[in-house]
């Protein structure tokens, strides 16, 4: 057998034996099937950007209030774990500046930011060309999914915050919540977008500790996967997590299921995430070091 083949078919393998173990562990609790449409609004992958707009219509259904703003339920009670443990850290003054935001005041901030450019000189071309580096273009923003947040101790939002004790904690912290530091300053050429040490985007676990270790963007991460899925990964928790890169939903639905994205990615393809209870014999697990996003 060639060498490209006999690594293919070892790879296959190992990731059906994977697969199999974390299936088949012997978990008492088996859950019933679940529903895909519960999933419908929620894929935590979900990736929007200048390719992946959403339309002006769009508002996700299960916003709550937290603080006089609207968050995604998961992104809110993940971002009050974290803000606990950073002060149990000693770090305090970080709060939450905004979060949900609906199309109509997409379209304000990105008009207001055309309309100073232009006051500065530049043509109308111009100005939205510089604006788009900076504001989203209507319907590009996360933030209209509910999963995107904008964190701040001083009111603004500005790049020095990344040098702050609240920025560096949150660099090298935030994945362990489920949040990834969304743009990146080493990553603007994928991103097209200016570094924001401020923007968390909730993605949830498993994902948000392995974008980190790989240092990826979102943009990067459904390439990832259809490399390396099925992708088992075990978080410093102890609670294991399978990811499956599917055509088409798994039928029948597995029960313990948490996360189904990707219809937005590309037609009839799936990430389905599932999670598995902590095994009790399972040991501690050394994080990854110190990533880009302080550099
Ligand atoms: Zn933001």
Redesign the pocket.
């Known amino acids: 057998m060639p060498i490209d083949s006999c690594r293919k078919y070892i790879l296959s393998a190992v990731a059906l034996i994977l697969t199999a173990l974390f299936l088949f562990d012997g978990s008492a609790n088996a859950a019933e099937p679940t529903d895909a449409s519960d999933f419908e609004d929620s894929g935590f992958l979900w990736l929007v950007n200048a390719e992946n707009t959403l339309p002006p219509s769009y508002m996700p259904q299960n916003l709550t209030a937290y603080n006089r703003v609207r968050i995604h339920p998961a992104a809110r009670d993940a971002w009050v774990l974290l803000l606990e443990a950073m002060q149990a850290d000693g770090i305090y003054g970080l709060h939450l500046h905004s979060a949900f935001r609906d199309y109509e005041r997409q379209e304000y901030l990105f008009n207001q930011k055309v309309r100073r450019y232009r006051s500065q000189g530049h043509s109308r071309e111009d100005a939205e060309a510089l604006a788009v580096f900076v504001v989203q273009h209507p319907g590009a923003s996360e933030?209209q999914t509910g999963l995107?947040l904008?964190v701040s101790t001083t009111g603004q939002l500005n790049q020095s915050f990344g040098e702050t004790r609240s920025g560096e904690w949150l660099c090298e912290n935030a994945h362990r919540f489920g949040f990834i530091i969304r743009y990146p300053k080493t990553k603007t050429h994928i991103t097209h977008i200016i570094y924001?040490p401020w923007?968390l985007r909730y993605v949830g676990l498993p994902h948000a500790p392995i974008l980190y270790e790989h240092d990826l963007t979102l943009e990067e991460y459904a390439d990832f996967l259809s490399v390396h899925a099925p992708y088992l990964y075990l978080h410093e928790s102890g609670e294991r997590y399978l990811i499956q890169y599917t055509a088409g939903l798994p039928d029948p639905m597995p029960g313990d299921v948490i996360d189904i994205s990707g219809t937005r990615f590309a037609d009839n393809i799936y990430f389905v995430t599932a999670s598995r209870i902590r095994d009790p014999l399972y040991g501690s697990y050394e994080t990854a070091g110190k990533k880009n996003c302080l550099q």
Do not use: K, L, R, V
């Open positions: 933030h995107a904008d924001e923007h």
